[in-house]
T-cell receptor, first 112, second 114 residues
Framework: SQKIEQNSEALNIQEGKTATLTCNYT??????LQWYRQDPGRGPVFLLL?????KEKRKERLKVTFDTTLKQSLFHITASQPADSATYLC???????????FGTGTQLKVEL | ETGVTQTPRHLVMGMTNKKSLKCEQH?????MYWYKQSAKKPLELMFV???????ENNSVPSRFSPECPNSSHLFLHLHTLQPEDSALYLC?????????????FGEGSWLTVV
């Protein structure tokens, strides 16, 4: 069956360190993978998109990698800040581009 | 402000009530979505509309009835719901036709069924 798996356990890190979140998927062949941020009680907000032919994408303190052989994406936040505390969701675009299917998300807490 | 507005933000309804959730997008998109988010579960896609036509119904019970009168508005009509339907209901929109196009979410409607 198709699955998108993210670490369900919360990730606690110290301010200034790099946070690394993992997204693994099975039985998908996505052309695109996206990462979203969700704050409590709010809708998800788009952060980054990476295409299947891209190995890495960067945006300010964010970096995403995409390994279609391992079927894995890594999401990095460098120089993390308490304001980065949120749940981060990965999502795959499937169904001919109409369906965005999400993982369960990983909660990140950045401590002072 | 994402350009996708949902009302009401909070709704409490009894199991015999009929209510509706409303979504409006100001982005000129032509694809709209309803997602359900329950605690400890991934976002579940419910319905997809492209150019006002329903293109996806993800085996949603008939007590949820979507309506898309035009590309800017999407409704979710609710009737005879169950307590397990209590969740955050998220509307989203996207520009159709490009697989890489970003999806924009509203802030959601918190639904409690009592």
């Amino acid at each position: 069956s198709q699955k998108i798996e993210q670490n369900s356990e919360a990730l606690n890190i110290q301010e200034g360190k790099t946070a690394t979140l993992t997204c693994n998927y099975t039985n998908y062949s996505p052309a695109y993978l996206q990462w979203y941020r969700q704050d409590p009680g709010r809708g998800p907000v788009f952060l980054l998109l990476i295409r299947e032919n891209e190995k890495e994408k960067r945006k300010e303190r964010l970096k995403v990698t995409f390994d279609t052989t391992l079927k894995q994406s890594l999401f990095h936040i460098t120089a993390s800040q308490p304001a980065d505390s949120a749940t981060y969701l990965c999502a795959l675009l499937t169904g001919g581009g109409n369906k965005l299917t999400f993982g369960t998300g990983t909660q990140l807490k950045v401590e002072l | 402000e994402t350009g996708v507005t949902q009302t009401p933000r909070h709704l409490v309804m009894g199991m015999t009530n009929k209510k509706s959730l409303k979504c409006e997008q100001h982005l000129g998109h032509n694809a709209m979505y309803w997602y359900k988010q329950s605690a400890k579960k991934p976002l579940e896609l419910m319905f997809v509309y492209n150019f006002k036509e329903q293109t996806e119904n993800n085996s949603v019970p008939s007590r949820f009835s979507p309506e898309c009168p035009n590309s800017s508005h999407l409704f979710l009509h609710l009737h005879t719901l169950q307590p397990e339907d209590s969740a955050l209901y998220l509307c989203a929109s996207r520009e159709s036709g490009g697989s890489g196009n970003t999806i924009y979410f509203g802030e959601g409607s918190w639904l409690t069924v009592v």
